[in-house]
């Protein structure tokens, strides 16, 4: 069982930057692959990014945000970290992050995850 709390969100003005984090519980915290997501109102929820297991903890993007998000992970602290700069009004979502054992990576592109968070809301303002 992991459970997933992320925190960091609010609001900032465009092209400004914010820094989310999803803290795991869990001893096997370094297994998991983690992703990214995000839901606006009125529209589905979309693949931001994910980052592998922590033996590679290789990172992989959606075109959206490639070049302006960065994900990384500090096992240490069982946090994985979304960092966002150049922000954009079109970037307003509740933000989440989910985890899967690091073999279903790739199940995260396609918005399937055993473990989500409870989501936090980044607001950016033009």
């Known amino acids: 069982q992991v459970q997933l709390i992320e925190s960091g969100g609010g609001l900032v003005q465009a092209g400004g930057s914010l820094r989310l984090s999803c803290a795991a519980s869990?001893?096997?915290?370094?297994?998991?692959?983690i992703g990214w997501f995000r839901q606006a109102p009125g529209r589905e929820r979309e693949f931001v990014g994910s980052?592998?297991?922590?033996?590679?903890?290789?990172?992989f993007y959606a075109d959206s945000v490639k070049g302006r998000f960065t994900i990384s992970r500090d096992d240490a602290k069982n946090t994985v970290y979304l960092q966002m700069n150049i922000l954009q009004p079109e970037d307003t979502a509740v933000y989440y992050c989910?985890?899967?054992?690091?073999?279903?990576?790739?199940?995260?592109?396609?918005?399937?995850?055993?473990?989500w968070g409870q989501g936090t809301q980044v607001t950016v303002s033009s």
């Open positions: 989910a985890a899967v054992p690091g073999f279903l990576i790739k199940n995260l592109v396609t918005g399937r995850a055993n473990y």
């Open positions: 869990g001893r096997t915290f370094s297994n998991y692959a």
């Open positions: 980052i592998s297991r922590s033996d590679s903890s290789t990172t």
